[in-house]
Every structure is written in structure tokens, then in C-alpha cells.
């Protein structure tokens, strides 16, 4: 009996401290889930369909795929999943109209080749589970315009090109005017770049760790 006793007096520290180790590791283990949730951004395409790439007669095909670009949605509605700032960047254009980009504000087409710094940028806060309010209009009388995102008009004039080497998107612009339909989706196009707000999210989590280990320690001490 005493040496039953006496080994649950050394094994019941030893099951304590296995205890402390495993809460420490989910400690740590939040701490890295909450960063990790938080430095994640994404872009959400609602509805649409997937499209060939690269579409025939684009004129930028060699340098968006350079860029990994080699998938398109057409039709799809664009929205984001977090809290965070859009901007907006004009790369190119190909047309025999002048089109233009309204958002928060506004950019005019202007030089037509490939800068994908952009020749004009602006930006605009989003909240998590918002449709971005944009639009792609034509000066074209036959234009089919606008195409509107958050109002859902003529997204069939919309192509969004994905790439997996960045979350980066570019908004291709059809205007796709009656007469001529050449359906290339490159009268306009226009990067789209996510940054997600920073939320000082760790913090807590650490104050969660310390107070599980807390309990750990008072549990320590009534084992004693």
C-alpha cells in the first residue's frame, strides 16, 4: 500500500506536467492558427463559368501568362471574405473606343501597352462578405454597357483571370459591341490587389494561453 501511495505521488506530478507540455503545445498551436487565419486574404467569384485560356486574339496572352495567368470565369459576380483594402490598377488596353473603370473612383484607358505596375491606380476599403461596387463602361454606342459587379448587369462582359503564383486578379473587359463581336477580353484590363487589415488577433489568443496554463498550475497545486 505505501509503495502504491508513494508511486501516485511521484507519477501525479509526472501526469501533471505531460498535462502543461500538451496545453503549452495547443497554446502555441493558437497562437499559429490565429496568425496564420489572419494573414489570409481571398478574392470570392460568385456564379459564372470557367472559360478558356488563353482566349483567342488577346493581345496581352504572352504576358499575363508569364505572369501564371492561365484560367478565366466569365459571367461571375466578385466579392471578398475579410476586412481589407482593394486597389485597382489599369495594365492595358486594346480598342477602337475609349473605356473606362468606375469604382470609388475612376481611371480613363489610356496607354495600350502592358505596364503591370498600372498606369493609374486607386484604392478602396472593403468589409468581409461585400460585393465590390465597379464597373466597366464604353464610349461605344453598340457597347454593351455597363458592366456592372454590384449591380449584377452584364457580367458576361466580365472575364477575372486567376493565376496560383498570386491572389492578385485581373478584371478583363469585353464591350463586345453588336456588329463585331470579337470576345477577346482585352478592351480593358484591370489588376485587382487585396490587402487584408491587420487585426491584433494574437494578442488574445496569447492571454487565452496564459490562462489555460494558469489552470494548469492551480491544478499543480491541489494535486500537491
Known amino acids: 500500500m505505501s509503495w502504491a501511495k508513494n508511486t501516485n505521488a511521484v507519477a501525479g506530478p509526472a501526469r501533471s506536467s ?7 503545445a495547443v497554446c502555441v498551436g493558437v ?14 467569384i460568385s456564379g459564372g463559368a470557367a472559360s478558356g485560356w488563353p482566349v483567342s486574339g488577346t493581345d496581352f496572352t504572352s504576358d499575363l501568362s508569364g505572369l501564371g495567368y492561365n484560367q478565366m470565369s466569365t459571367g461571375g459576380q ?17 480598342s477602337g473606343y475609349t473605356n473606362s473603370f468606375t469604382g470609388s473612383s475612376g481611371m480613363m484607358e489610356g496607354d495600350d501597352s502592358f505596364n503591370w505596375g498600372g498606369w493609374d491606380s486607386f484604392s478602396v476599403a472593403v468589409s468581409s462578405g461585400e460585393i465590390l461596387d465597379f ?5 461605344s454606342a453598340n457597347a454593351l454597357t455597363p458592366v456592372d459587379n454590384a449591380g449584377g448587369s452584364n457580367l458576361e462582359g466580365l472575364g ?3 493565376s496560383p503564383a498570386t491572389s492578385d486578379l485581373v478584371l478583363a473587359y469585353n464591350d463586345n ?10 478592351d480593358m484590363m484591370v489588376r485587382a490587389k487585396f490587402t487584408g487589415t491587420v487585426v491584433p488577433v494574437p494578442a488574445a489568443a496569447w492571454l487565452f494561453g ?7 498550475g492551480l491544478a499543480r497545486r491541489r494535486k500537491q
Open 210 to 216: 496564459s490562462g489555460l496554463l494558469g489552470l494548469v
Open 177 to 186: 459591341y453588336s456588329g463585331f463581336i470579337d470576345s477577346d477580353f482585352d
Open 78 to 94: 466578385l466579392s471578398v471574405d475579410m476586412d481589407g483594402t482593394v486597389t485597382f490598377y489599369y495594365i492595358a488596353a486594346e
Open 160 to 162: 477575372i483571370m486567376s
Open 31 to 44: 497562437v499559429t492558427l490565429v496568425a496564420s487565419l489572419s494573414a489570409h486574404a481571398a478574392f470570392v
Open 135 to 139: 464597373s466597366f463602361t464604353s464610349t
Open 18 to 24: 505531460n498535462k502543461h507540455r500538451q496545453l503549452t
